[in-house]
């Protein structure tokens, strides 16, 4: 499983970049890989709140739709519209596939997420 050590990890499986007190949220390869071929993607509107632990949309794949966990909470700033056309874009390069940017109301939250490390551990254990 491949991790990137600068982004933070939530349990529900999606990972946050930061960006001063933007937060860049996709999915992680574990997910990806969970999910198999993703082939349609709903996302939010620009402009939505969102609040950590709530929703924000649901990537669905050949094999299950699921629901996409925010891991902080703000107002949404933008999406990644490109993955409406092309969601297979998350599994060909899922760190690179983010899917929203949150202005963060409570940037404090991110000290909840989990480093690289700790995720893999986390993952290992639901294996």
């Known amino acids: 499983m491949i991790t990137r050590a600068e982004l933070k990890y939530s349990t529900e499986h999606v990972w946050v970049k930061t960006e001063g007190n933007i937060a860049i949220v996709g999915i992680t390869e574990h997910a990806q890989?969970?999910?198999g071929d993703i082939v349609f993607v709903d996302l939010p509107m620009s402009?939505?709140?969102v609040t950590?632990?709530?929703?924000f949309g649901t990537v669905e794949s050949a094999k299950v739709t699921s629901d996409l966990y925010v891991p902080v909470s703000g107002t949404i700033v933008e999406i990644n519209e490109?993955?409406?056309?092309?969601?297979e874009a998350i599994n060909q390069k899922p760190y690179d596939s983010w899917m929203i940017k949150v202005e963060m109301s409570q940037p404090g939250e991110l000290v909840e997420l989990l480093d690289a490390q700790a995720y893999q551990d986390y993952c290992a254990t639901e294996a």
């Open 82 to 87: 490109a993955l409406l056309d092309h969601p």
């Open 47 to 49: 402009k939505d709140k």
């Open 52 to 55: 950590a632990g709530g929703t």
């Open 33 to 35: 890989n969970a999910l």
